[in-house]
T-cell receptor, first 117, second 111 residues
Framework: GAVVSQHPSRVICKSGTSVKIECRSLDFQATTMFWYRQFPKQSLMLMATSNEGSKATYEQGVEKDKFLINHASLTLSTLTVTSAHPEDSSFYIC?????????????FGPGTRLTVT | EDKVVQSPLSLVVHEGDTVTLNCSYEVTNFRSLLWYKQEKKAPTFLFMLTSSGIEKKSGRLSSILDKKELFSILNITATQTGDSAVYLCAVSMDSNYQLIWGAGTKLIIKP
């Protein structure tokens, strides 16, 4: 149980284009999903928290107009990197929390490696 | 300021050794402490600890929480090369579901 999928696993795009990353909870209802960014040899950096049906809460320093998050259903959240630049190249990971439990554990997707050329 | 500190930052041992990883925390409204293992991709969930003194165990891995001294340890016995990974500790609070992350311990098991 508690499986989270993420798609695509790897994407290369040109500077100025937009990229959408999907995060799905496969066997539970994810009332809360999180988007992280991770640079090589560094820990996870939380970008935003999204609750199903409401606007995402962004961490300080994260541009909400650049990183668009939509959590339209209990099993799907999407992150769209708009007008991508090479400095947006990173490993993006989503996680989800099971809304049916009281626990705070997050289950992670396998991550998306974004390279902007 | 809420923080989670892990030690050591890196550790190299030989296969078969036992290792102990440490995680200390200072947070307001503590709810639970979580351990994750991260290999090449995203973290995988190991344990969630909420109460002091109750050991959680899964195979060769075990963990315990001390809420008085504000720390947790993760033990791995009879280590194998497949245990090589970064082990992340995170703490959650009552106020929301976000996790405060430690920097991780990079564990390398030599054959």
């Amino acid at each position: 149980g508690a499986v989270v999928s993420q798609h695509p696993s790897r994407v290369i795009c040109k500077s100025g284009t937009s990229v959408k990353i999907e995060c799905r909870s496969l066997d539970f209802q994810a009332t809360t999903m999180f988007w992280y960014r991770q640079f090589p040899k560094q820990s996870l950096m939380l970008m935003a928290t999204s609750n199903e049906g409401s606007k995402a809460t962004y961490e300080q320093g994260v541009e909400k107009d650049k990183f668009l998050i939509n959590h339209a259903s209990l099993t799907l959240s999407t992150l769209t990197v708009t007008s991508a630049h090479p400095e947006d190249s990173s490993f993006y990971i989503c996680s989800a929390r099971d809304g049916q439990t009281l626990g705070h554990e997050q289950y992670f997707g396998p991550g998306t490696r974004l390279t902007v050329t | 300021e809420d923080k989670v500190v892990q030690s050591p930052l890196s550790l190299v041992v030989h296969e078969g050794d036992t290792v102990t990883l440490n995680c200390s925390y200072e947070v307001t409204n503590f709810r639970s402490l979580l351990w994750y293992k991260q290999e090449k991709k995203a973290p995988t969930f190991l344990f969630m600890l909420t109460s002091s003194g109750i050991e959680k165990k899964s195979g060769r891995l075990s963990s315990i929480l001390d809420k008085k001294e504000l720390f947790s340890i993760l033990n791995i016995t009879a280590t194998q090369t497949g245990d090589s990974a970064v082990y992340l500790c995170a703490v959650s609070m009552d106020s929301n579901y976000q996790l405060i992350w430690g920097a991780g311990t990079k564990l390398i098991i030599k054959p």
